[in-house]
């Protein structure tokens, strides 16, 4: 499936060079690259990006509906985001964005709640139609209804631009990224760990809620499955369920090395690991310094993964970059909160 979209930038030369420069920040870099253009590939499909003097041209190629919508999505928030006044502008022609609700779009149900640990619960969703989340990533937004137990709630649509409207004022939603800790498509649920906050909106709400309480999901997208080889990964307790999940998922016998950071009131949780595997649980302020230490040995003949609060990110990005030297496809280096937030996502 194709569609393309032309808009108006003013020096769309320039614009492209800085955006392409603000992406390769966050470790998405084009796969091909010429003057005034740029080619972006993803789990959902290809981006073409082309400037010629004013116009940006965007071209995006997707094997199937649910891929072409949110790469739609995608190009035209990212635009607005840097240009408000292109809301109105942006009008895709080839396959237009679907009206309605978003095609990735699930209404979930709770089934139960449990307790992994004194910092960690795990909760049971079920829905329709899950076998998408099985791939393109780790990660869902969950929204919540400002009141959760309304029996009428307003889901986000699309717009024509293909950005996807959040409902606002008393309908409000809460949204958080979590990750997929589990997935079962034949029996249509889906499990979410979420780390326990005093205060955090969702923590609280999953320590109440109830069988048969609603919940939207939207996605997947975000984090991918390390490549094979050896692997170094760590982070703190808002990465544990993509740790787990990543490691489990390990197939061969390169083996790795994980590191994970608690805070003072946190202790360790079982963890099966993956063959020729090691494992350290360390003080969430001493991170940074023995995931460095997991990766000196072997240079750039390795996989980086990380994924925590935002200034141990940027740390450890900049020692996968610099230091060791990894392609951008051998690294990874996730925000998952910020000190100014709760960290109660992921």
């Not at 139960?112 to 329709?128: A, H, Y």
């Not at 309304?150 to 979590?178: M, N, Q």
């Not at 020729?276 to 003949?301: I, Q, S, Y």
């Not at 980086?304 to 970059?321: L, N, P, V």
Request: with cysteine.
């Amino acid at each position: 499936m194709q569609s393309e979209l032309s808009v108006s930038l003013g020096n769309a030369g320039h614009w492209l060079e800085e955006h392409v420069r603000h992406l390769a920040t966050h470790d998405l870099h084009p796969v091909a690259r010429h003057s005034g253009r740029a080619v972006f590939e993803t789990s959902y499909g290809k981006i073409r990006l082309a400037a010629d003097a004013d116009r940006l041209s965007v071209r995006i190629d997707s094997p199937d509906e649910d891929g072409l919508t949110v790469l739609q999505g995608s190009v035209s928030e990212y635009l607005i985001a840097h240009d408000p006044g292109l809301a109105k502008g942006i009008a895709w022609s080839g396959t237009a964005p679907a009206p309605g609700r978003p095609k990735n779009l699930r209404e979930m149900k709770v089934v139960r709640t449990r307790e992994i640990c004194d910092w960690l619960l795990r909760m049971t969703l079920s829905g329709e139609d899950l076998a998408p989340f099985t791939e393109r990533g780790l990660h869902v937004r969950l929204m919540l209804p400002r009141d959760p137990s309304s029996t009428e709630i307003v889901w986000p649509t699309i717009e024509p631009s293909g950005a996807v409207r959040f409902p606002t004022g008393e309908d409000e939603l809460t949204v958080r990224v979590y990750t997929i800790r589990g997935i079962c498509p034949e029996r249509g649920t889906v499990e979410i760990d979420i780390v326990r906050h005093a205060g955090g909106l969702f923590s609280d709400w999953a320590e109440t809620a109830q069988p048969g309480d609603r919940i939207g999901m939207i996605g997947p997208g975000g984090g991918y499955f390390p490549a094979d080889g050896w692997l170094a990964i760590g982070g703190d307790d808002t990465a544990v369920p993509a740790i787990m999940r990543i490691l489990e998922a390990r197939s061969g016998t390169e083996g790795g090395h994980a590191v994970i950071g608690l805070r003072e009131h946190q202790e360790p949780v079982a963890v099966s690991l993956p063959e020729n595997f090691t494992f350290d649980w360390v003080p969430l302020d001493e991170l940074p310094a023995a995931l460095k230490a997991a990766t000196a040995a072997r240079g750039a003949d390795q996989t980086g993964w990380f994924a925590g609060e935002a200034e141990q990110a940027k740390e450890i990005r900049d020692h996968f970059k610099t230091v060791l030297g990894l392609a951008p496809e051998r690294r990874y280096s996730a925000v998952y909160w910020r000190r100014d937030e709760t960290a109660e996502s992921h």
